[in-house]
């Protein structure tokens, strides 16, 4: 969106102020693009390396020593070297006592080692103060300027005033530095940077395995069976109509599975009366996972607005509703206007339309410099209020829309009921239970539960 | 999105480096929150508290310690309890002089006193130095670490170097700390949390009025005037037809009113001849809602586009175009197609799709992180230049659709005109003013007061 | 989105704490603006100024001496004068020495002196330790408090620590100082508030010649051709039917050049042998400006997904369904349903939608908050994996819809092949080159020479 002006900023001049000074052990791909940023910043930097000559490669400004005299030159040593080669750091130990070195190594699988290569890096060379950073940032964003990816850097060590010298040096090019605490965080600091979607996977394996369910389902109802009866083939409905009936069903769902801890959550502490006993696992995990769920949810809903607005377009429409009207014309045929199917044709839409509407809202708040820019309060009457009131607009959609069939046996194909109403199960029930819950003789407990009310107290202040 | 990876931080271990000792009155929910984020970014924690044990909900590493011990502890003190209970701290005056009071309360109403907690806390203890901060932090969010909502402290206080001593906590932790001055700006931070879009009222109570009185318009219009002259029942147009009418009419009326204010300050400039005194309070506030004005507006037209696209699935519309079709050929009669009509139809749609599609644009780069990257000139070139041009291809829309309409009598239904014409009046009016204003004789003069230029100029420099 | 507590934020009180105090030369808009804000974050402001007189425009609470004796008052001094008036400090040089002065200024056009304001402030005072700053911020956004446009403040100088006292004043008005480097980038700083979206020149000049040719190429097919051979004015095809042609042409076009870049760059590599020598500067160019490419190419995929979806409201479209039913009607004719169109035309809508949504999906990865919340191999997972996916199946959506025309010889008027023939070339290149570069065989030393392997190593370790 923006030219980031340092990517082409001038490397520093001779200035009268002195510059810190940094050495980096390792003349690889990052410890080469940490050099050039630093030297970027005003930094000084000396190169540790085993032949103390200028590669073409170093950065322009950057001197190259011995391992020995860079770390005699400097407070901060960046260990750019992998974590095999940490051992030849051994003959140092001497010289790198008192220093801080900034482990920036990554692995390449979650959990390669036992212990983190920090933890390990400080347990070779006791005397010196370890500190992880720059991990989670990539040698060519550091080189290109195009940080597109996180600008964070997360920092942990057991020494404060270290922590506090790297990070210095981490704002000074850019990043935005996170203390993570001491270097027991360094494992989870190193597991970050593996990480694909983690809080993902349990919504999208979920709605992976009812998308299939509910495919199969009406594959049996909708293609199979009228070729079995009817001998029709429509199989060109796999397309278009099954996933339309699919991804509908998928959002109504997944919205309402998005409130159903909730409701638990507030039967639990009720039950317990207390709101300080630690709600089961599972339930843990799906609370911290809901916003996932919801914009998984959102999605779906999203392919079915496309998938309803292209109706008109499919050629299978446009012969079917040529051929009734054809049908009418030469029956000598006229039908009139049938107001209730008007009615509810145009309701259970404009239901949809402002179900849709709402589940935007939810999901644009939800973006993170959204959420970022409102206080507690407004996010939770949005999530909240706002959620129930989306789920509320698309439970009463689907039921508009189905209303007249759930009583036609032609409805139950080899006994198999419509999809739809498979899908207002959840919905409903998260409905009905938070309608309970809204009851003054429920609800008041409840609040006081939440203000830290105990029934049958086990402490108090 | 991410799952960060302090939620499941490591405590921090026994380190050779001094940490530096927090101390935290109250051991309620927010006090403890506050200790467990704190013990993990590696500080050291001792909890005041009445009686001197150690409750199981106290975070692991804590000590809990009378009052007085545990201020005698620490530099800065945490006063996690609530208002009414202050002034027990009296008693502990001397203790506490020269200390850091850190005031995190928050009240449950607006302006629930006339003098901010922080203040008042300053008045109990002249002697120390008392620094409002974290009250817009939710326990909750701390516990569980997911920020969703803002990451901003709010950070206030009188005593510069004990500011800056708590705003190196809120950084610790991973929080952003906003320095807002002097602790007299303890009620703006106080009232913050309380606070529910407050810049979105006036938008939204202008729409809702607004809303209202088109849907009664359109009521007697479009259902009321065909039951009484033709015993015609359209009740159901309530659901889709009226609302496709009140949406558009609405999102043209409150794109046009945020120009409005710009045209009306060049105005008012121009008058006076000066930029340099103040604007009239109503006009100070609309230019400070205008984004807020236009996202509705854009919900408005999102509406409208929804509404627009279901329309050949409605059931009304099928059966409407279907009986035209058979009356055709009832009489044996082929409608040749109109080039004109065909011409309108299209040139209204694409205008409606270029303006739709700009005013996404717009309200795309109105998001917080977009607008936070692009600098001023483009934000100006975004919000202003293609602004006038989604008003001017919005009412363009709008005139094609209705073109032909003007001059037939029926749209005249009890001489109500149709609401698209009343739709068209204020961004008439603007982007005549605009046009005007453009023409040299203005824009020369009008520039050059915006520059500092006065015609009769108070000072001089 | 919110209200930042800070616009009506109280003026600092008289405390006990010594405020560190800042002199203000200059008191135009920027000057008093830049007082106002901070005054309000407890700072002492001096304005120099030729008379010492108290202008009603002056924020109360600074007072206006001068220019010697503010500058004497203060150990920073900052600059609020334009370049032209800069030589008025050379009297002052001696009361100057060793002051850090904050130059504020900015340009009316790009480069327009051979040296930036900065370092010609540099050169007139050498005394002075000279920081480039707040240049890219305005007075009526510091003023108003909506700072919708950047906050980020670049801060150059070639003396440290007077560097790290002026972003100590950014951070304690609420901004974002980002350190630049030394005074060597002021120029870059000094340009970078007078761009226009640099970024975007090259994708949207691209887009707009591709239109264009587009544009006239259809006309000479769909409107000229019916014109001259058939007598058919079907001119109102241009305000829908040609630019639901054009538009998804450059959406697939320019999403191809957005992962041709990365093809070509594999071939040079595995050519070369080696990462380590520099691409092609049109190739470097091309790789930064690859998000911007398919942001538009999203533009343009959505408005053919508007102009797509409003096809059955046009009455053009209307009449030629209406009259084709006519027509069979009164030949007695009914066409069955065709089982293959129907697989056809569903597939190839199913396929634009599913190709759409991941489109939709890549565009919100690529606002600015968003990819700053995912760690690199989450951001590579999307913007590759999703990418190359959505490249497929809006290929084959492409491929779907226009297969049957491509062996008509119907489907070429005047030689000239249809325009979604033109659009499949390079989608096709690109998928078929990527294609072969997955086989092993070129997959395997491609891998390598990424992890920093050379055919021919220059030099090692």
């Known amino acids: 969106m923006t030219s980031n002006p340092s990517n082409v900023m001038a490397l520093t001049s001779n200035t009268s102020s002195k510059k810190e000074t940094v050495a980096i052990f390792g003349t690889g791909d990052f410890g080469r693009a ?55 750091l051994l003959p140092l130990a001497e010289v790198l006592h008192g220093k801080v070195l900034v482990d920036v190594s990554n692995n390449l699988k979650l959990n390669q080692y036992p212990q983190s290569n920090a933890e390990y890096l400080a347990e070779l060379i006791p005397g010196a103060k370890v500190v992880k950073a720059f991990n989670t940032v990539s040698a060519w964003a550091l080189q290109s300027g195009t ?31 996170l203390d993570q605490g001491s270097l027991l965080a360094a494992q989870e600091i190193e597991n970050y940077p593996l990480q694909l979607f983690p809080m993902w996977k349990f919504p ?19 293609v199979i069976y009228p070729y079995v009866n009817e001998k029709k083939d429509v199989s060109f409905f796999i397309a278009i109509s099954i996933a339309n009936r699919i991804c509908p069903t998928m959002a109504l769902i997944l919205l309402a599975l998005v409130y159903l801890p909730g409701v638990l959550a507030a039967i639990i502490q ?112 949005v999530q909240s209020k706002l959620g129930y009131l989306t789920l509320i607009l698309c439970t009463a959609h689907t039921l508009v829309y189905g209303g007249k069939w759930f009583l036609y ?28 819950l ?4 429920l609800d ?16 108090s202040e």
Chains 1, 2, 3 share one sequence.
């Open 34 to 88: 940490l050099a050039h940023k630093m030297i970027q910043s005003g930094y000084a930097v000396v190169f540790g390396s085993r032949q103390a000559q200028i590669s073409s490669l170093i950065p322009k400004g950057a001197e190259v020593l011995s391992h020995t005299e860079a770390a005699q030159k400097a407070a901060i040593i960046i260990i750019a070297i992998p974590r095999q080669h940490y051992n030849f």
């Open 147 to 177: 940080l597109d990816a996180s600008r964070q850097v997360f920092v942990c060590g057991d020494d404060k005033k270290a922590k506090q010298m790297v990070m210095d040096i981490v704002r000074a090019l850019g990043l935005t530095p």
């Open 204 to 222: 999208i394996l979920l709605s992976l395995g009812l998308t299939a369910f509910f495919f199969f389902y009406c594959l049996i109802r909708d």
């Open 270 to 381: 009720l039950y317990r009366g207390t709101k300080y006993s630690r709600f089961p696992d599972w339930l843990d995990k799906w609370m911290l996972c809901r916003k996932q769920l919801g914009l998984v949810a959102l999605a779906f809903a999203f392919l079915h607005v496309l998938y309803t607005l292209i109706i008109p377009i499919r050629s299978y429409v446009r012969w079917r509703i040529n051929s009734r009207v054809i049908s009418q014309v030469l029956n000598n045929r006229t039908d009139p206007l049938d107001n209730t199917s008007a009615w509810l044709s145009d309701s259970y839409l404009a239901l949809g339309i402002l179900g849709f509407f709402l589940f935007v809202l939810l999901g644009i708040t939800s973006l993170p410099s959204v959420s970022n820019s409102v206080n507690w309060r407004e996010f939770r009457f």
């Open 409 to 436: 046996a032609s409805s139950y194909r080899w006994y198999l009921p419509s999809v739809y109403m498979l899908s207002l199960i959840v919905p409903c029930i998260v409905l009905v239970v938070k309608f309970v």
């Open 438 to 441: 809204v009851f003054p003789c």
């Open 444 to 459: 008041k407990p409840l609040t006081r539960i939440r203000q830290g009310w105990e029934r049958n107290p086990q402490y």
